[in-house]
T-cell receptor, first 113, second 114 residues
Framework: GNSVTQMEGPVTLSEEAFLTINCTYTATGYPSLFWYVQYPGEGLQLLLKATKADDKGSNKGFEATYRKETTSFHLEKGSVQVSDSAVYFCALRGYSSASKIIFGSGTRLSIRP | DADVTQTPRNRITKTGKRIMLECSQTKGHDRMYWYRQDPGLGLRLIYYSFDVKDINKGEISDGYSVSRQAQAKFSLSLESAIPNQTALYFC?????????????FGQGTRLTVV
C-alpha cells in the first residue's frame, strides 16, 4: 500500500539557517504530494503541494520538488525564522479516485533566535 | 467561522464511558475523515467516508465507530473509552474525484481518558 516516510525530529536550527526536511514515499502510479504545517495549538494547514513529476510547490519561502526517480518530496527553506517553529507533515494522495490521504509521522522544527 | 468545526475542543472522560466527537463542515465536500494524532506517530486514519452511504475503516478503527448523518456531518464515537485512546483527534474534508485536492482540517479535539 501507499506510505510516507519523513525524517525524525526534533530539528533545532538557528534563525536564518537553511532547512531541509526529508520525505520519501511509496505509491503506485503518480500520487499527489503535500506538505502540511501544524502551529502550536492549531490544526493542520496546507503549506504546499505538487501533483506531477518535476512540479515544484512553493509557499512562504518553502519549496519542495516532486522527484519521481527518487520518490522524494523534500521540504526546503533558505532562511528560517522563529515563526517557522511548528510540526511539518508530508502526505500523499494516490492517483485513484478512491484514494485516501496518507501522512508521515511529522517533524517538529524549533528555531532559535 | 471555520470551514471545518469540531466539538468539543477539549474533553476529559472516565474509562468505560461512551463519548462522541462531532464534526461539521461548510465546504460542501463529499469526503470526510477522522484522524488521531499521537506524539511521534503522526496522523493515523481511523475512519473515512466518501459520501453519506460510504463508510470505510482506516488503519486503527478498533474501539471506534462513526456516523455520517449528512453530507456536512461526520461523528466519531468511542463506545467504551480506554486510557490509550487519549490523543488529539482531527476531522478533515476533501473534494471527491480529483487526486490533487488537499484535505482541510478542523482545529482538533483533545481527549483525555482517565
Amino acid at each position: 500500500g501507499n506510505s510516507v516516510t519523513q525524517m525524525e525530529g526534533p530539528v533545532t536550527l538557528s534563525e536564518e539557517a537553511f532547512l531541509t526536511i526529508n520525505c520519501t514515499y511509496t505509491a503506485t502510479g503518480y500520487p499527489s504530494l503535500f506538505w502540511y504545517v501544524q502551529y502550536p495549538g492549531e490544526g493542520l494547514q496546507l503549506l504546499l503541494k505538487a501533483t506531477k513529476a518535476d512540479d515544484k510547490g512553493s509557499n512562504k519561502g518553502f519549496e519542495a520538488t516532486y522527484r519521481k526517480e527518487t520518490t522524494s518530496f523534500h521540504l526546503e527553506k533558505g532562511s528560517v525564522q522563529v515563526s517557522d517553529s511548528a510540526v511539518y507533515f508530508c502526505a500523499l494522495r494516490g492517483y485513484s479516485s478512491a484514494s485516501k490521504i496518507i501522512f508521515g509521522s511529522g517533524t517538529r522544527l524549533s528555531i532559535r533566535p | 467561522d471555520a470551514d471545518v468545526t469540531q466539538t468539543p475542543r477539549n474533553r476529559i472522560t472516565k474509562t468505560g464511558k461512551r463519548i462522541m466527537l462531532e464534526c461539521s463542515q461548510t465546504k460542501g465536500h463529499d469526503r470526510m475523515y477522522w484522524y488521531r494524532q499521537d506524539p511521534g506517530l503522526g496522523l493515523r486514519l481511523i475512519y473515512y467516508s466518501f459520501d453519506v452511504k460510504d463508510i470505510n475503516k482506516g488503519e486503527i478503527s478498533d474501539g471506534y465507530s462513526v456516523s455520517r448523518q449528512a453530507q456536512a456531518k461526520f461523528s466519531l464515537s468511542l463506545e467504551s473509552a480506554i486510557p490509550n485512546q487519549t490523543a488529539l483527534y482531527f476531522c478533515a474534508t476533501s473534494e471527491s474525484g480529483q487526486k490533487n485536492t488537499e484535505a482541510f482540517f478542523g482545529q482538533g479535539t483533545r481527549l483525555t481518558v482517565v
